[in-house]
């Protein structure tokens, strides 16, 4: 089993949707857990951080199931400009941490 | 906040010449650094990472080799490039006392 799984996509979803995004995970000494967002051909951007109680920014909403192991990503209101793909990322403490393949949003007109 | 900077942009090299990607980190002091390689359509994969000056950990063994000679420069270097080295190239920092990861812009490479 990998580290990090995630569903690669591509998800094609209308303006204006919400799309929800899983990642599981293995290690379940892990401790922090994030949201990256990577445009074509540039570097990965954090998104968000995930914590136990969930946190919402916006339009986004990250959570975490400890007990399943997955994190969670939700999106509400797509724009055009959320067209990405989104990398969950698992760590077990200050120094590694394992990136997902990175699951793949297109948004259209 | 810290900031990432990495050059080139881009490179173009044939096989079996040398490498040298450097990176260098502002805005904080004794960061963790790591170098990364997504390949194309693919994941990240972590080549390297130092957690202070001199101290390199490698994560797969292959062509490359890395080095930390200051405490925000980090080099990424080949002897001699493969075909299967063509990638893009991420430096990130991490830290202190924080375990979010900031990334460079990126060096893409093809090796001809």
């Known amino acids: 089993r990998k580290e990090v799984e995630q569903d690669p996509g591509p998800f094609n979803v209308p303006e204006g949707a919400t799309v929800a995004f899983n990642c599981t995970y293995s290690n379940s000494a892990s401790q922090s857990f994030f949201w990256y967002r990577q445009d074509c051909r540039k570097e990965p951007k954090l998104l968000m951080s995930v914590y136990s109680s969930g946190n919402e920014d916006g339009r986004f909403t990250a959570q975490l199931n400890r007990a399943s192991q997955y994190i969670s990503l939700l999106i509400r209101d797509s724009k055009l400009s959320d067209s990405a793909t989104y990398l969950c990322?698992?760590?077990?403490?200050?120094?590694?941490?394992?990136f997902g393949i990175g699951t793949k949003l297109q948004v259209i007109p | 906040s810290q900031t990432i900077h990495q050059w080139p942009a881009t490179l173009v090299q044939p096989v079996g010449s040398p490498l040298s990607l450097e990176c260098t980190v502002e805005g904080t002091s004794n960061p963790n650094l790591y170098w990364y390689r997504q390949a194309a359509g693919r994941g990240l994969q972590l080549l390297f990472y130092?957690?202070?000056?001199?101290?390199i950990s490698s994560e797969v063994p292959q062509n490359l080799s890395a080095s930390r000679p200051q405490d925000r420069q980090f080099i990424l270097s080949s002897k001699k490039l493969l075909l299967s080295d063509s990638g893009f190239y991420l430096c990130?920092?991490?830290?202190?006392?924080?375990?979010?990861?900031?990334f460079g812009p990126g060096t893409r490479l093809t090796v001809l």
């Open positions: 130092s957690v202070g000056i001199g101290q």
């Open positions: 990130a920092g991490q830290g202190p006392y924080t375990d979010t990861q900031y």
């Open positions: 990322v698992v760590g077990g403490g200050y120094q590694k941490v394992t």
